[in-house]
T-cell receptor
Framework: QQQVKQSPQSLIVQKGGISIINCAYE??????FPWYQQFPGKGPALLIA?????SEKKEGRFTISFNKSAKQFSLHIMDSQPGDSATYFC???????????FGTGTRLQVTL | DAGVTQSPTHLIKTRGQQVTLRCSPK?????VSWYQQALGQGPQFIFQ???????QRGNFPDRFSGHQFPNYSSELNVNALLLGDSALYLC???????????FGDGTRLSIL
């Protein structure tokens, strides 16, 4: 049973635009929601993470929005750059270092 | 400061064989988790080791086993390899139970 659903599967955004990736979860015990960025041939790298006691967290051009009642969270990439082209995974866990349940990934392409 | 290192980077095996993958956690980290990432999919949690014991396990058969050594490094063993075991195997480490997980670049395992 897939516990974290991610959309869209792929996304093309022009340079300078806003990239938005959405995730929904089912398990209400989840209390840690990170986003990872993965380049081809590399492992996932932690971008930003949020806990359900806040509705938004911003780090540079990356923002997580969290809606606890809807069990949804999203990643916004402002002023998207070609270097942001990668696969993005949302994840959820019960506890920061506990097992991560990943979404299926979004392949982002930022065009010039 | 070295990050999470995994060896080998690539490996080719045939069905029925056994394989051992190795992971050295990031300096200062004491918890190691293993994930399997099939092509085009998100990572799937296999198990987690802390204080040389398996603390959590995902939905993987007993053919998958592991070990953590006193220096916190870890091994993943897979017996009786199947074609479906072809994947990228990722190791992630963290410091205790309250810090986020950092991933290595993985071992690409191909089963012929």
């Amino acid at each position: 049973q897939q516990q974290v659903k991610q959309s869209p599967q792929s996304l093309i955004v022009q340079k300078g635009g806003i990239s938005i990736i959405n995730c929904a979860y089912e398990n209400t015990a989840f209390d840690y929601f990170p986003w990872y960025q993965q380049f081809p041939g590399k492992g996932p790298a932690l971008l930003i993470a949020i806990r359900p006691d806040v509705s938004e967290k911003k780090e540079g051009r990356f923002t997580i929005s969290f809606n606890k009642s809807a069990k949804q969270f999203s990643l916004h990439i402002m002023d998207s750059q070609p270097g942001d082209s990668a696969t993005y995974f949302c994840a959820a866990a019960t506890g920061t270092a506990s097992k991560l349940t990943f979404g299926t990934g979004t392949r982002l392409q930022v065009t010039l | 400061d070295a990050g999470v290192t995994q060896s080998p980077t690539h490996l080719i095996k045939t069905r029925g064989q056994q394989v051992t993958l190795r992971c050295s956690p990031k300096s200062g980290h004491d918890t190691v988790s293993w994930y399997q990432q099939a092509l085009g999919q998100g990572p799937q949690f296999i198990f987690q080791y802390y204080e040389e014991e398996e603390r959590q396990r995902g939905n993987f058969p007993d053919r998958f086993s592991g070990h953590q050594f006193p220096n916190y490094s870890s091994e993943l063993n897979v017996n009786a390899l199947l074609l479906g075991d072809s994947a990228l195997y990722l190791c992630a480490s963290s410091m205790g139970h309250k810090q986020p997980q950092h991933f290595g670049d993985g071992t690409r395992l191909s089963i012929l």
